[in-house]
């Protein structure tokens, strides 16, 4: 069997943070917030492609003592694949804003041998950014 990514949810403790932080410095494009503030859906998400979406879940969807055991701690990771000009941008913006980094490294992935750094959200959630290729 093969698939697509087709979502991650992060547990988030601030929503407002998180869909800044996606939004202005990685540079993602927002969804649904306008709805989530307006109280007409109940989290909002950022898009990382035409397929693939980051949803930010409120405290209220995951603080409940049922949802504990697939709640905080977050996930270990998530890598965003990015052409290599993206990728240096990328890399540039979260040194302008002081944002620590570590890499670049290499690593293997979906598609082969890359060239990964990682860093870390407001709320901690690490991000690994790839390209492939020269």
Wanted: net charge negative; proline share 6%; glycine share 10%.
């Amino acid at each position: 069997m093969q698939g697509v990514m087709d979502h991650i949810v992060l547990n988030a403790a601030d929503v407002e943070g998180l869909v800044r932080f996606y939004t202005e410095v990685v540079e993602l494009e927002p969804e649904r917030v306008e709805e989530f503030r307006g109280g007409k859906v109940p989290f909002p998400s950022v898009r990382v492609n035409a397929g693939t979406v980051i949803d930010l879940a409120p405290r209220a969807m995951w603080e409940s003592t049922q949802l504990q055991t697939r709640g905080r701690p977050n996930l270990n990771h998530f890598c965003l694949t990015l052409e290599k000009v993206e990728w240096d941008k990328l890399r540039e913006r979260l040194a302008a804003g002081q944002i620590t980094i570590e890499g670049p490294l290499p690593r293997w992935g979906a598609r082969g041998h890359g060239t990964s750094f990682y860093f870390h959200d407001p709320e901690g959630n690490e991000i690994e950014a790839r390209y492939y290729g020269e």
